[in-house]
């Protein structure tokens, strides 16, 4: 198989990440009196801004994975910094995790957003893996998990947003819960989270996915029947890209086989969600795959890459195969697009249906994707 393109990709984003972006996002991304930044403007100069959960607990996976793939910088410190401003300003008294505090750490919002929990259950997973905590990141883990469970658990299946309830019920905290609860069977502590993400694997396949086309929605009633309206009828390309990757992932995690529909979700993504101008996965469709949102941001285009490589990899059939490496290197190639920017190791991150890019500060929260791909290309193109 011609691999010649993918490797040179894979040099290129190597060298990209352990020379430029890292660096930069720990010398410039991360505030020295705690915690990390929402945005670094694109001239290089920090944006002082309120600041989101799920940016620190995904700059502190970032850096663990920079350190997996052998950046030489201070990756542990990096990661306890953004864990320890956390778990220091964004537990409330009930023990969930408020979604917003100000820069020094003053509470700015107190909605307890269920995709924020998993970014702390995941967050706490990676951290344990890379030894950077013991037994309290379990107990820690163990019990938000459980609260989780008792107060927004789903007679369904699957997880409330609220208590009481807000509707619709959305999948995307779904596919996130479901990686953190894997990642913290894959660092050898099963339970409870191995019968979480069985639940949401169930969930998804009984529920979540449209049986006519085999996409996963993004928005529900109650009963986990999709929503009313036009809201019901919205299709994420990104979104099927990466619970792609995720139920694939379920087998060597969990031993549960949803190869065929995983597959099958990655290709209404691959079929409708790429423009045929920008090569990128544009942000929305609609149920039959006619195309209602054709921005294109960044995360989309990670999430392509990865569960393009990840399939490639598990792929037997030289054709189908070849395809899959096709697409990794379009989704890379759309990826080089965005890090194309003056100040090397920042983004943009919404490029137009016109081919113009949105000018606008660099969102740490992408960094997250940005490594989760980079990390499976880098292996794949041998420059791990
Ligand atoms: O919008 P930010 O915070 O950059 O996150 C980027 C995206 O990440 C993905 O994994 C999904 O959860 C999206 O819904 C989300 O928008």
């Known amino acids: 198989m011609a691999m010649a393109l993918l490797e040179a990709q894979a040099r290129w984003a190597r060298e990209w990440l352990l020379d430029a972006a890292l660096p930069l996002w720990w010398t410039v991304g991360a505030d020295p009196a705690g915690g990390f930044h929402e945005k670094i403007a694109l001239d290089g100069t920090p944006v002082a801004a309120s600041r989101?959960?799920?940016?620190?607990?995904?700059?502190?996976?970032?850096?663990?994975e920079g350190g997996r793939l052998g950046w030489d910088g201070p990756w542990?410190?990096?990661?306890?910094?953004?864990?320890?401003?956390?778990?220091?300003?964004?537990?409330?008294?009930?023990?969930?995790?408020?979604?917003?505090?100000?820069?020094?750490?003053?509470?700015?919002?107190?909605?307890?957003?269920?995709?924020?929990?998993?970014?702390?259950?995941?967050?706490?997973?990676?951290?344990?893996?890379?030894?950077?905590g013991g037994d309290e990141l379990i107990a820690t883990a163990r019990a938000l998990a459980t609260q989780l469970q008792a107060e927004r658990g789903n007679p369904v299946g699957g997880f409330e947003e609220a208590s009481p309830r807000?509707?619709?019920l959305r999948s995307n905290p779904h596919m996130h819960l479901l990686e953190a609860n894997l990642a913290w069977?894959?660092?050898?502590?099963?339970?409870?989270?191995?019968?979480?993400?069985?639940?949401?694997?169930?969930?998804?396949?009984?529920?979540l996915i449209d049986p006519q086309t085999g996409a996963i929605g993004e928005y529900y009633d109650g009963e986990?029947?999709?929503?009313?309206?036009?809201?019901?009828?919205?299709?994420?390309?990104?979104?099927?890209?990466?619970?792609?990757?995720?139920?694939?992932?379920?087998g060597p995690v969990l031993g549960l086989d949803h190869r065929a529909a995983s597959r099958r979700m990655y290709g209404f993504g691959a079929r409708f969600g790429i423009d045929p101008v920008r090569k990128a996965a544009v942000f929305a469709l609609d149920a039959s795959g006619q195309v209602s949102d054709p921005r294109a941001r960044l995360w989309a285009q990670t999430e392509r890459l990865r569960t393009a490589l990840i399939f490639a990899a598990a792929e037997s059939d030289a054709a189908i195969r070849a395809d899959y490496v096709a697409a990794a290197e379009e989704a890379f190639a759309a990826l080089q697009a965005y890090l194309d920017v003056p100040v090397r190791?920042?983004?943009?991150?919404?490029?137009?249906?016109?081919?113009s890019f949105v000018e606008e500060a660099a969102p740490a929260s992408s960094f997250y994707h940005i490594l989760s791909a980079l990390a499976v290309l880098l292996k794949a193109g041998g420059a791990a």
């Open 52 to 64: 989101r959960l799920r940016v620190q607990a995904r700059q502190a996976y970032a850096f663990i």
């Open 76 to 132: 542990r410190e990096a990661a306890r910094h953004g864990l320890d401003f956390l778990l220091a300003h964004y537990r409330r008294p009930d023990g969930l995790f408020r979604t917003l505090v100000a820069p020094d750490g003053r509470p700015l919002d107190e909605t307890a957003d269920l995709y924020d929990q998993a970014f702390v259950l995941f967050a706490l997973a990676q951290a344990h893996t890379a030894g950077l």
């Open 185 to 207: 069977v894959e660092a050898g502590v099963a339970e409870p989270f191995a019968d979480v993400a069985r639940g949401i694997v169930a969930l998804a396949a009984t529920r």
């Open 224 to 250: 986990w029947r999709f929503a009313a309206g036009e809201s019901g009828g919205v299709r994420e390309p990104g979104h099927q890209f990466e619970w792609a990757y995720l139920l694939d992932h379920v």
């Open 166 to 168: 807000v509707l619709p």
């Open 345 to 355: 190791g920042l983004w943009h991150d919404q490029w137009l249906a016109d081919g």
